[in-house]
């Protein structure tokens, strides 16, 4: 638009007043153009919802790829350990004696009579070990809680984290001796009538046939050197299993099977 005429008179600065003062109106007269418009909010809550939908996605999606990454992680691991099992040779222990057991025996061969079921004995029995295929003189004896064994040069030793003892028992009829190995069931104190103090024994268990009767039971191990017999036969056999007849020695009978493998040994 046109600037106004000035008034007659008027001086230069004057004019330079009033053109300064319309420049300004007209720069607030165009402030309409920079202001924001008004959205639509409906809009915006929509695009936020997307937006949120979209993250939730990747977020799952993160998830299982990591779970993913962690099973692999678990299949190699495995596959490693057990390639370095295989790869690890296991230690090897020492070779353990063969270990003896009485022959199988036919019902018609052998002699024990029998009362209720249990075996009669006499005072004096002949017994046949398993382990050293030997026949031995034994002494029944139910005044002993446990039997016990003829053995010499007993050594104890560890097997395997276990205790074991390494003893030698009298070949019947000859000077000779056979060296066992067996694994320590216990050990006990016996009091000898004879000594002061109590006796520690280890204890074995041992195989033995009385007649037909086979049976596995603990025995002592002692050195009977300067007594009568080889075996004393205890309570610890006899309960429940073996009735005295007091009036008799030698009441049973091995069978032919045992004394013909003693024989050819």
Known sequence: MGLPKLPAGSSSSSVFLISGVLLMLAGCSSDRYFMVPKQDLSQLTTSAQAQRATLVTMENNATVRHEQLLERNRGSTETILDAIKNQVEKPTCPPVQKQSACPSMESSKGRADRLKGKVIVGEVEKIYLAEPEQ???????????????????????????????????????KSELITLEKEISRRV??????????????????QFAIGDHQQVAEFT???RTNLTYEVLIGRNVLRDVMLIDVGKEFATELPDSLINKRNDS
Do not use: H
């Open 135 to 173: 026949i031995y003189t034994a002494r029944i004896d139910s005044g002993a809680e446990t039997s016990s064994i003829d053995a010499r040069n007993i050594t104890r030793f560890e097997r395997d984290g276990s205790n074991w003892v390494r003893f030698d028992v009298p070949v019947t009829g």
């Open 189 to 206: 104190k016996v009091i000898q009538a004879s000594a002061n103090e109590a006796e520690r024994r280890v204890v074995v268990e041992l």
């Open 221 to 223: 191990l002692t050195d």
